[in-house]
């Protein structure tokens, strides 16, 4: 089992943080709800609470491929007890009816100024996408992870394609009484895709490539294909997108076109780099990662900007398997 210790320097002298005792259910739907970016960068929560068959779900996202994302919070250890109860909600939602889910999703987005028709069009996604039914990506938050759940989630993840991502976090108190947040990724080692509905679901590099053609960054996305494949990277293509996810898990992305009309301004595609994934995967800093790419954010480039954006990114990710080597 790992043990995270956190401390404290003052005065040149390291003082140990203490296991704060914190409703950690609550306040971690809370501050989930509040940055949904302690998950996954570009998650969106459209619901809280959502009324199903199985009972309410803590928190629904979507992700920025218009994917479907169920959160389960636990207030202390992730037990195998838990994989039952999220698999459980999943089946709930892909019953419920699409006039359900976009009401109760609207009922929470309006107070907030949106609504679930524009957060989806924004993804290249639509309500209609809803009739095939919704098949979440799974996250378990808890503090931290039963050795049953983790053999669990590897043996789904492999052989059932499901996508489970476990996140454990662990609150402490500094010697000044400030609250500190560890979080701690548990990563499966090998995770097969699974085709998925709506948007997210895949489509062909061909058909792919035959969109670029239509709003010019067919050139863009030769790049982003070529250096994926130097990198041995996992190709996932979506209906206006291709991600790349990194080897040890096909799940998550590395770095994403968009090159659909939406996301198109003069010839210039979309790009996202994932610092999260740079810094899980490849073992870069957060402040290293900044200096090459700036804070996240989408990248609308030319062909010279996606050719130095690649080129940054292949050199670190080579620079990164090249230490793991050695």
Not at 77 to 89: H, M, S, T
Not at 153 to 168: F, K, M, Q
Request: proline share 4%; glycine share 6%.
């Amino acid at each position: 089992m790992t043990h995270i210790g956190i401390w404290s320097v003052i005065n040149g002298t390291p003082v140990e943080s203490q296991t704060s005792a914190i409703e950690y259910e609550q306040h971690l739907e809370d501050w989930i709800e509040r940055d949904p970016s302690l998950l996954e960068s570009g998650l969106c929560i459209v619901a809280r609470q959502l009324r199903t068959e199985g009972g309410p779900l803590d928190l629904l996202a979507i992700d920025r491929n218009g994917q479907w994302v169920l959160i389960e919070i636990k207030r202390d250890r992730l037990r195998r007890e838990v994989i039952a109860q999220a698999i459980d909600y999943a089946s709930c939602l892909q019953r419920l009816s699409p006039d359900e889910l976009v009401e109760q999703s609207n009922t929470y987005l309006e107070t907030r100024g949106t609504n679930l028709k524009d957060l989806l069009s924004a993804r290249d996604a639509s309500i209609d996408d809803l009739s095939e039914g919704v098949d979440p990506v799974i996250y378990l938050v808890g503090t931290s992870i039963d050795a049953n759940l983790e053999r669990m989630v590897d043996y789904l993840s492999e052989r059932a394609g499901l996508e489970i991502r476990v996140i454990t976090f662990t609150a402490y108190r500094s010697s000044s009484g400030e609250t500190l947040l560890a979080r701690e990724i548990h990563e499966q080692t090998s995770a097969q895709t699974k085709p998925t509905s709506g948007q997210s679901k895949a489509t062909s590099i061909e058909d792919l490539l035959a969109t670029a053609r239509t709003t010019g960054t067919e050139e863009a996305l030769n790049l982003c294909l070529r250096v994926g494949e130097q990198l041995g990277l996992h190709l996932r293509p979506y209906k206006t997108s291709a991600m790349f996810a990194p080897p040890a898990n096909k799940t998550r992305c590395l770095f994403t076109i968009w090159v659909g009309d939406k996301h198109v301004v003069d010839s210039n595609a979309k790009l996202w780099i994932s610092h999260d994934s740079l810094e899980l995967f490849y073992g870069y800093s957060k402040a290293e990662i900044e200096k090459r790419f700036g804070p996240p954010r989408d990248h609308f480039l030319d062909i010279p900007g996606f050719k130095q954006k690649l080129a940054v990114l292949k050199e670190m990710v080579t620079q990164a398997d090249s230490s793991a080597g050695a």
